[in-house]
């Protein structure tokens, strides 16, 4: 049976962003906290948002860590609280994404952050109290700005992930003019998980195939235009398609992620280093598609038709081959992963709820052979 979930309004093109006052109103935000990070601001992009409300109105948490942490989403909800704010906007990538709506879940709901874990797949103890949220991307990538998950690294080491329809930003503001600065290296690594969620969404054997035409039209934009937005920044076209395949791959993931994603969440709950999730997932992939040969029926042959591979071309190779030209590592050695973390990046894969919708169900033996595999 396909289970349809919430879909979020976006507004979608070059100078959405105008569009912010408006959907502030719209949804009776007048106190917003604004929740970023250094590497945007940076980037002056804080700036440029800001430009466009009362800044007397707005409070600034720009703390977020890498990948987001239980500790960033207490000082978020202080910031809150001392602005008095009724609402968040999320600004930049899939970063401050999920942790404003981790903010937006902590100033509403009582209680450590762990009873909020899924329960099953979309069901958990999150409830409509959840502060609104206005998503707007900087990357091309996670999507986080119409899922309903939020990825959150725990004090005591673990990973929570936190599934609600509750937590879709109640609007996405996706203006790729944000994205025409984004250094070649992070648009190389955040097209690449776009690319994977289409991919992975596609290969779910869940029936749902309004999410597989999604899912093989973005994986069909990113395919195409990666290239171009990393090798050309400015390249307007081509930062409007993976923004749109970054958000195709959002709405599409709702059908069940895979087994790169077990073992990139895995990998990213480390503290140190601190990995990017876009990275290892093009580090993974490859490996995971030799793995899940035979058990995806004529799917490779279709998207082999759609990247226009030859019939016969083999799929992991030509990743290969792209993640190469994008300059993305191949190995985790390259990142900073090293043998003794595999034990415990293990251990969370197995326990990741990408596992419920792989074409093959890796082993603990398994994950351990495809890490040692990407080492
Ligand atoms: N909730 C979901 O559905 C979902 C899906 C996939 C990934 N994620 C999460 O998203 C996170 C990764 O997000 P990401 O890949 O977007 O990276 P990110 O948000 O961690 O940002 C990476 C770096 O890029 C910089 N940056 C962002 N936009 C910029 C711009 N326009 N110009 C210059 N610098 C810019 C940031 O400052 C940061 O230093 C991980 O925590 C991952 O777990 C969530
Ligand atoms: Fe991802």
């Known amino acids: 049976m396909a289970t349809i979930g919430y879909l979020t309004t976006t507004i979608f093109d070059f100078g959405a962003i105008k569009s912010l006052p408006t959907e502030l109103n719209a949804l009776g935000i007048h106190r917003p906290l604004l929740v970023t990070d250094a590497g945007v601001q940076e980037a002056g992009i804080a700036a440029q948002v800001l430009s466009r409300l009362d800044q007397s109105t707005v409070t600034v948490f720009a703390g977020t860590p890498p990948n987001p942490t239980e500790e960033a989403v207490r000082e978020g909800v202080a910031a809150y609280c001392d602005g008095g704010c009724d609402g968040v906007i999320a600004l930049g990538g899939g970063s401050p994404i999920d942790l404003a709506k981790g903010v937006a879940l902590a100033a509403t709901h009582e209680g450590p952050l762990e009873q909020y874990a899924a329960i099953r797949d979309g069901v958990s103890r999150i409830t409509a109290k959840v502060a609104p949220v206005i998503a707007i991307p900087t990357t091309a990538g996670t999507g986080s700005e119409v899922g309903r998950g939020a ?57 749902n195939p309004p999410a597989e035409a999604i899912a093989l ?110 300059g993305l590592p191949l190995t985790l050695s390259e990142m900073g992963f090293r043998q003794e973390h595999i034990a415990a990046t293990v251990t969370r894969a197995m326990a990741d709820h990408s596992n419920a919708t792989t074409p093959r169900r890796p082993s603990a033996g398994d994950f351990e052979t495809l890490l040692r595999a990407a080492l």
């Not at 004090?155 to 790729?176: E, F, H, Q, V, W």
């Not at 973005?218 to 937005?229: K, Y």
């Not at 058990?295 to 190469?324: I, P």
Request: aromatic letters at 6%.
């Open 151 to 207: 990825l959150l690294n725990l004090t005591n080491g673990s990973k929570l992930a936190l599934i609600s329809p509750y937590l879709i930003p109640r609007r996405a503001i996706c203006d790729p003019e944000l994205t025409l600065g984004l250094p070649p290296l992070l648009t190389a690594a955040t097209g690449i998980d776009a690319l994977t969620h289409c991919i992975e969404t596609f290969l779910s054997p869940l029936i």
């Open 217 to 326: 039209d973005g994986a069909q934009r990113a395919w195409r235009f990666i290239q171009r937005a990393v090798t050309k920044g400015a390249d307007r076209e081509a930062r409007w398609e993976m923004m749109m395949a970054a958000l195709e791959g959002g709405l599409t993931f709702q059908k069940g992620l895979g087994a790169v994603h077990s073992l990139s969440h895995a990998a990213g709950a480390l503290r140190s280093p601190t990995l990017h999730h876009g990275m290892l997932n093009g580090v993974f992939l490859p490996h995971v598609l030799r793995f899940n040969a035979g058990h995806v029926g004529e799917k490779y042959a279709t998207l082999r038709n759609l990247f226009s591979l030859d019939n016969n071309a083999d799929l992991a190779e030509a990743m290969v081959r792209l993640l190469k030209s994008l």
